[in-house]
């Protein structure tokens, strides 16, 4: 059970499960266990025909084959139910989140506006709300006024708290969670019962979910395998029947032996097991804060060969820092530094801090020996450029061409080697900003794109696996080319608009690629709803979250190499199982068809190659060996197989090796021992 | 004595390899040629044809357009034959006046013919006119074989296409295939095979004094008729259908040494050619070289098998001391080389032609020849052979492509449950008609007392019919009286829907495929022309076949065997 990674109640209410699921009318979904289900039964009258003595046969054998036929079916429902309870489970964690608290709704959306209390489940969409700091916010919206701090461990289990503003690409809050500072308006986006919550909760906890058209391919070569053995096993006992009919010698094989036989070839594990995969495979990306809106789009994840990254918050952290500081004009680096601090004094923007700080830890200076009293120059779309006034001195900081405009309007001379220092700067990639000291240029400051942490090893991951990765950024190609170089993105499309993604992502399908991307704003959600795996960050716009196929609770890009591992295992983990499956009918055939011919034929018991001496017990064998080999796979059915980015070939040749060679041998050996072991009880 | 035999052993050996040789050094040379009649823009004389038909040779057809010509044309010409078997007592050219077939054999006779089996109910010298042989059975030992390489062309093309529904011209590939392959080739053959002593006229059956004293005054009977003609057509269409009931034992049909090695090169010609077309026109080489290796590998494996259980010595004989193979069946004419690979090579081109009494054989030595039947792939029938290995490949690289982990495709192509439907339907059909067809056959009376031989000896002889007829084989193992309606109507059923259900399930793939997009190549997709893919297909062809027939096999042959040796 440990391995199974539940307790008790869940396995529990598991065995509950799979009893329920024998209800004809569920298991109909899975028609290779619904006719072993239908053999049990025929075995179950049988069995009654022969306890009252209308049918002579060997009661005891018949008795144990009925019971592991039908052991066969509540084993394979057991791991579908053991799938389902545990996202189950997991959708209980959700809803304790999903309480009903007191609304303030506004009239107006302004913080002025009077609000009335309602509850919040009375909530429809485009009604505006009041969330003060403390308050869960009572459904899903999007900021219309202020920023806040929210809590989203409800639905993340990430307990930092999240900058939700107004305006932004981040100002989607998802009901539930929790303002831990600031004020904002809310307009509500979606009805009760239908918020993000919900769906997801109703995703995990209604797993029936589709069958997707891949297990819909495999099913029709299962049933078709399964229908092919029923008319081996019927031919099979016309053709004993025929032989014992000239010969005079023994019995044709009986009811219970053919339906032994059958549910020995038919492809029970992997019919038994395929539910759970598709489920598991769910489960597993939830467990890495995935939530996968549909099947489908974790294996069209196994088979994506594009991913289209957004620059900014995907491969390099939302903001640029300050890295390098250049004097000129024969100033010196002090001068430049102190420049450089005094110019950001007022400057609160991640970048403005970044500057503030290099330069601080460069000079060596405190906090406190930098001026408080100082007069804001605020950034303008006019001026571009922002600064102080301190000490009757003035300090400005801007890109070179309004810096150049500034310094020139009030008669200041621009150095010569300006033009190169800037030029320099820009071509790695960063962006220069110029210092200006009332009229003389200082020194410029490399801005500059700072990677996500283990971003290249990422994307070179992914490459192994054969993804190749774009970047599309607004940059321009040069700084394009050189984050791409850095990074190790294989392409990049520089200064892309926002409808240029839509466009990009249909070029690519019709090229036939399968396309991956990530998104969070709005403006990526027509390209998202385009892309054949979308993931959408839980930090993105409810519009870019509604075209995903596929939400990363952690906002983290880079989850897409998850979602692929768990796309390609759970598709490995169908084939293996498959060949598994029919690999072990070999040894199958060598037990139960010398079995049940030999009473007419003792000359065929030369394909009793395991040398079973009792007839009987080695097709009981046979049959237990089948029931077991469930839930001995059921743990690999919900870890999913072993993948790892090598070559196809290489991979290929490890499964056949495990799941073919291995399949071929392995019930050799475990009926052969199942065989002594069940001996010991008879004898 | 054992020294010579192992002379007479080194001689079978070098008889079957360079057998071998031969055969893998035409595949290159008649697979080009193939390609070119199918990729030359017009070939002369065709526009005539196409002109009196009204036929235009530039508009393709959709998968169901296409179908339905194939099939109305099959059916138009299963017709005619069945009502010139029927009425041939009132035709021209019955010089032995021969009554009309019973509808019964007269419909069993026309499917199987229309279908490339040839499975012959009745011996063509006592029942079949001239008129019958040349105008019913050689007219459709072309087109029956016409239909097979077109079925196989039109799935290359889908395949090969991407993004159209058009998968080509019905009217145009098996003119084509008519005239420029099937045609010319039994021309030569046929010129070849009447250099060796069969015969080609339109005499009467001649009567000649026995010159034996002891039998003196007797008279014995010699057929005569266009027997090359039909005979070079019955191998290289894998067609298989004998102008006499002894078929290629026959002195008349296969004269000497030299022509059986030649009708054995001649029923394998065209099906190893098609995988060099193959790779040809869908610009994969390697693919088609390595269709050509499993058929290959499958057909060596089983070759020397049978040659192995065909030289052994049955246990009843030694025991009285007689050493030697047990030749019962075989024609000495050729030897025990020369019987096995002609059963080998006829059973493995779903020929159906035979040169030796399959029922008097060995147990192992007649289970080879059904398996190969069975499979269908080893090479198998002009077309039938490459476009059902096609079906095999698909099911092989859907459960490949799933443990590369990527959502399984076929030369680049999406596998859709659909295309699943279709290639199950294409590689199991047969085994399911088997197993259908003799389980009712053991379960009627009429069924049970045809077989002349009770146990697992029977057992074996009504499997052998109906997989020869499901898998539109033809040969037959003899010891069967299958002229009468329940055979022949059964039969009729498992050839009927053995070829068409197939070949409707085939060209709707050669649609799907067509319209399908192509994926771009990466160093993730599985390759389908690597060695492991090979062996990977090898085993899924054996474990579809053997796990649908072992138990019925395990009551046929192989406990005939054992009963055999292992009384010892």
């Known amino acids: 059970m440990v391995v199974l990674g539940i307790d008790r109640k869940l396995f529990m209410s598991a065995v509950i499960g799979a009893f329920k699921k024998l209800n004809p009318i569920e298991l109909w979904h899975n028609p290779v266990m619904f006719s072993v289900e239908i053999g049990a039964s025929i075995l179950t009258v049988e069995f009654f025909l022969e306890l009252l003595g209308v049918k002579k046969a060997i009661l005891w054998f018949t008795g144990w084959t009925t019971l592991w036929l039908w052991l066969t079916v509540i084993l394979s429902n057991f791991a579908e139910s053991l799938s389902e309870i545990r996202g189950k489970a997991r959708a209980e964690s959700l809803k304790t989140y999903k309480v009903s608290v007191v609304a303030k709704k506004l009239k107006e959306p302004s913080f002025d506006s009077p609000f009335e209390e309602v509850s919040s489940i009375d909530l429809r969409k485009g009604d505006i709300v009041l969330v003060q700091e403390g308050e869960i916010i009572p459904g899903d919206g999007e900021i219309i006024e202020g920023a806040a701090l929210v809590n989203e461990a409800a639905v993340t289990g990430e307990s930092a708290p999240v900058l939700r503003e107004a305006g932004s690409d981040r100002n989607a809050v998802i009901g539930g969670t929790k303002v831990v500072a600031g004020n904002v308006i809310i307009k509500i986006t979606a009805n009760p019962g239908e918020t993000f919550l919900d769906k997801m909760i109703g995703m995990i906890e209604k797993a029936k979910r589709r069958k997707t058209p891949n297990e819909i391919a495999l099913e029709v070569v299962l049933v078709s395998l399964t229908g092919l053995f029923l008319m081996v096993v019927v031919n099979f006992r016309v053709l004993s029947q025929y032989l014992v009919e000239v010969t005079g010698k023994g019995k044709p094989a009986s009811i219970t032996t053919i339906a032994a036989l059958f549910v020995c070839l038919a492809p029970t594990t992997i019919a038994a097991l395929l539910p759970a995969i598709g489920i598991a495979g769910m489960d597993r990306l939830f467990r890495r804060n995935v939530v996968a809106l549909s099947g489908r789009a974790i294996e069209a994840a196994g088979d994506v060969n594009v991913l289209l990254l957004d620059k900014t918050g995907t491969i390099t952290l939302g903001n640029r820092m300050a890295s390098e500081f250049i004097p000129v004009g024969g100033h010196t680096m002090e001068e430049c530094l102190w420049a450089a601090i005094m110019s950001s004094i007022a400057d609160e923007t991640p970048e403005g801090k970044s500057i503030m700080e290099l330069a601080k830890k460069s000079l060596g200076v405190r906090s406190d020996a930098i001026p408080k009293k100082v007069k804001v120059i605020p950034f303008t779309s006019e001026t571009k450029i922002s600064g102080v006034e301190v000490e009757g001195q003035s300090y400005r900081k801007g890109a070179y061409s309004a810096v150049k405009d500034y310094v020139e309007k009030l008669g200041g001379t621009v150095p010569p080697e300006l033009e190169r220092v800037v030029s320099k700067i820009a071509m790695t990639g960063a962006t220069p900003l110029v210092i200006v000291k009332d009229k003389d240029i200082i020194g410029v400051v490399a801005l500059k794109d700072i990677l996500k942490e283990g971003i290249k090893e990422r994307l070179s991951k992914l490459r192994k696996m054969g993804i190749k990765s774009i970047m599309i950024t607004g940059d321009n190609p040069l700084t394009a080319a050189a984050i791409a170089k850095e990074a190790g993105v294989d392409d990049f499309i520089p200064e892309a608009k926002p409808e240029d993604k839509l466009k990009l992502v249909r070029d690519l399908q019709k090229q036939g690629y399968i396309v991956a991307m990530t998104g969070d704003g709005t403006n990526d959600a027509p390209a998202l709803a385009q892309a054949d795996v979308a993931v959408a960050m839980n930090a993105g716009t409810q519009a870019a979250r509604e075209a995903a196929n596929i939400i990363d609770l952690d906002s983290d890009p880079s989850k897409l190499l998850e979602i692929v591992e768990v796309g390609k295992s759970m598709l490995i983990t169908r084939g293996a199982l498959t060949t598994f499956s029919i690999a072990n009918d070999i040894a199958k055939y060598f037990v139960i068809v010398p079995a049940a011919v030999s009473p007419i034929f003792p000359q065929l018991d030369v394909l009793n190659i395991l040398r079973l001496e009792d007839p009987y017990l080695a097709i009981l064998s046979a049959v237990i060996f089948n029931a077991l080999v469930i839930p001995a796979l059921t743990p690999l059915a919900l870890k999913g197989a072993f993948y790892k980015a090598v070559s196809p070939n290489k991979l290929f040749l490890y499964n056949v090796f495990i799941y073919g060679l291995g399949g071929i041998i392995a019930p050799f050996i475990a009926i052969k021992a199942i065989y002594h072991l069940i001996e010991l009880f008879v004898r | ?568």
């Open chain 2, 1 to 568: 004595m054992e020294r010579m035999i192992n002379h007479l052993q080194v001689a079978d050996i070098i008889f079957l390899v360079s057998f071998i040789v031969v055969l893998t050094i035409t595949t290159p040379i008649f697979g080009t040629y193939i390609t070119k009649v199918f990729t030359a823009r017009t070939l002369l004389g065709e526009g005539l044809i196409y002109r009196f038909f009204g036929i235009d040779p530039e508009r393709e057809m959709d998968w169901r357009t296409y179908t339905f010509h194939l099939i109305l044309f099959n059916i138009v010409g299963l017709l005619v034959m069945f009502f010139i078997l029927l009425l041939q007592g009132f035709l021209p050219l019955n010089p032995q006046g021969f009554k009309g077939f019973p509808w019964d054999l007269a419909l069993n006779t026309a499917v199987s013919f229309t279908t490339n089996t040839n499975w012959q109910a009745y011996s063509g010298e006592n029942t079949a006119s001239y008129l019958s042989q040349m105008l019913g059975l050689t007219v459709q030992n072309f087109l029956s074989a016409a239909t097979g390489i077109t079925v196989a062309i039109a799935l290359i093309r889908g395949l090969s296409r991407s993004e159209t529904p058009y998968i080509g011209n019905f009217w145009v590939d098996i003119t084509r295939t008519t005239l420029y392959i099937l045609l010319p080739i039994s021309f030569i053959g046929a010129i070849f095979l009447m250099s060796q002593g069969v015969v080609q006229n339109f005499d009467p059956y001649l009567k000649i004094s026995l010159v034996d004293p002891a039998l003196n005054g007797k008279e014995q009977i010699i057929p005569m008729g266009p027997v090359a003609s039909q005979e070079a057509i019955k191998l290289l269409g894998t067609n298989g259908g004998g102008f006499f009931g002894a078929n290629s034992a026959h002195p008349f049909e296969n004269p000497t040494p030299l022509s059986n090695f030649f009708e054995c090169l001649l029923m394998l010609l065209i099906p190893t050619a098609l995988t060099y077309t193959f790779g040809k026109l869908t610009n994969r080489p390697r693919l088609g070289w390595l269709i050509f290796g499993v058929m290959m590998f499958l057909f060596i494996t089983a070759l020397f098998s049978e040659y192995y259980f065909m030289m052994k010595s049955h246990p009843g004989f030694s025991k009285m001391g007689i050493v030697g193979p047990y030749v019962e069946g075989q024609e000495t004419r050729f030897g025990v080389a020369g019987s096995s690979l002609f059963v080998t090579v006829s059973c493995s081109g779903e020929v159906g032609a035979v040169n030796g009494m399959l029922d008097s054989y060995l147990p192992v030595g007649g289970m080879i020849p059904f398996l190969l039947m069975a499979s269908g792939v080893t090479f198998g029938g002009v077309g039938a052979g490459l476009y059902g290995m096609v079906a095999y490949m698909i099911i092989a690289a859907f459960i490949a492509g799933l443990m590369v982990g990527r959502v399984p495709e076929f030369l680049r192509k999406k596998l859709t449950p659909r295309d699943m439907w279709a290639s199950v339907v294409a590689t199991i059909t047969s085994t399911f008609l088997i197993l259908i067809l003799s389980s009712i056959a053991f379960r009627s009376r009429i069924g049970v007392s045809s077989i002349l031989n009770h146990g697992p000896h029977g057992i074996t002889e009504v499997l052998y019919a109906y997989t020869s007829a499901a898998n539109n084989n033809g040969s037959a193992f003899a010891g069967l009286s299958a002229n009468n309606l329940f055979y022949n109507l059964t039969t009729a059923f498992a050839m009927f829907a053995g070829r068409f259900v197939v070949i409707i399930a085939i060209l709707y793939l050669a649609g799907s495929f067509a319209k399908k997009k192509i994926v771009p190549a990466s160093s993730h997709n599985l390759c389908e022309d690597s060695f492991i893919f090979g062996i990977w297909l090898i085993f899924v062809i054996l474990m579809i076949n053997v796990l649908g027939l072992f138990p019925a096999l395990s009551m046929g042959p192989i406990l005939e065997h054992l009963l055999i040796y292992a009384a010892r």
